[in-house]
Every structure is written in C-alpha cells, then in structure tokens.
C-alpha cells in the first residue's frame, strides 16, 4: 500500500485540498496543487503519484481489489452494455482498447481520467495503490493484466459481484 495514499484517506473530507489536488489534473493549474501535494507527503516531481491523487480527488471511491481492467469492465457492466455479436465492441470496450494502445504520458494520462470520470458517475470504485503502480511501470505487463481482467471468462459474474 502506497504510504501516501494512506495521508491522501486523511484529507478525503477536506474539500479545499481535494480542490487543489483535481488541479493536478490541469496543466495550466497544476502549481495550484503543489501545497497540497506537500501536505500528502507526494514530491512535487513525483508526477504519476501526483496524478493518482488528482484522480482520487476526482473519484474518491476505493476498492483494495482488482486492477484497472477490472474497474472497466464493471463500468461497462453498470452502463448495461452488451454485445450484441461476436463481431462488434461496446463503447466502453472500444476506449479501453484505446487506453491500452496508449503511451506513456500525456495520451495515458487523458484516458486514464476518461475513465475515472465514467467510474464515478456508474459508482465504481477503483484500486489506486494497483493503479499507481502500474502507471509507474506503464508497459506490456500493466497492459495484459489490465486486458486480461478485463476480457476474462466469467467476468459478468464478478461485476456483477461487486456491485
């Protein structure tokens, strides 16, 4: 468990700073976040621990299990997307492919927070201590891990489960 994620529970009611962590999300406003990020304990150059707490700051809601891939596939669950062939993707399935397809940085960081944005309004929770750390090590690992909860046998049952 990230320690600074443990500071970052702390500060959850705290809607001044929580302010000042969604400016994170900015670049035009990122310095507005930078006393915030001290009083988190998160170095100002620490910009992938930076950037998971402007996304808890946006999407609070937290969950210990599970990766990213998971957290996709139960918004697609709430949204009430279903193939209808084998041969056609949902919405949601066709922008995780995309977040998959994505570099490091700029482009990553973008679609990561698509999809925060779409987990809190379907009331999703998401693992940030998993999620930092495969945003810090963004590679072929985090992307089958993330593809393989996400395209999983069964995975109706699990979304299902954690709703």
Not at 55 to 81: M, V
Not at 126 to 134: R, S
């Amino acid at each position: 468990m990230s320690a600074f994620l443990e500071r970052l529970r702390k500060y959850r009611e705290d809607r001044g700073v929580m302010a000042s962590l969604r400016c994170v999300l900015v670049d035009s406003k990122r310095h507005r976040a930078w006393p915030a990020l001290s009083r988190v304990g998160i170095a100002i150059g620490n910009q992938v621990s930076a950037y998971v707490a402007g996304l808890f700051a946006t999407h609070p809601e937290e969950t210990s299990r599970g990766n990213f891939g998971d957290t996709c596939k139960s918004i697609e669950f709430k949204r009430g997307e279903r193939r209808t062939d084998d041969s056609k993707v949902t919405p949601t399935e066709r922008r995780f492919q995309q977040l998959l397809s994505s570099e490091p940085g700029a482009e990553l960081h973008e679609r990561v927070l698509h999809m925060v944005l779409m987990a809190r309004s379907q009331g999703v929770p998401i693992n940030y201590g998993k999620l930092d750390m495969d945003l810090r090590f963004w590679g072929e690992r985090a992307r089958t891990e993330w593809a393989g909860a996400f395209w999983a046998q069964g995975t109706t049952e699990m979304a299902e489960e954690d709703i």
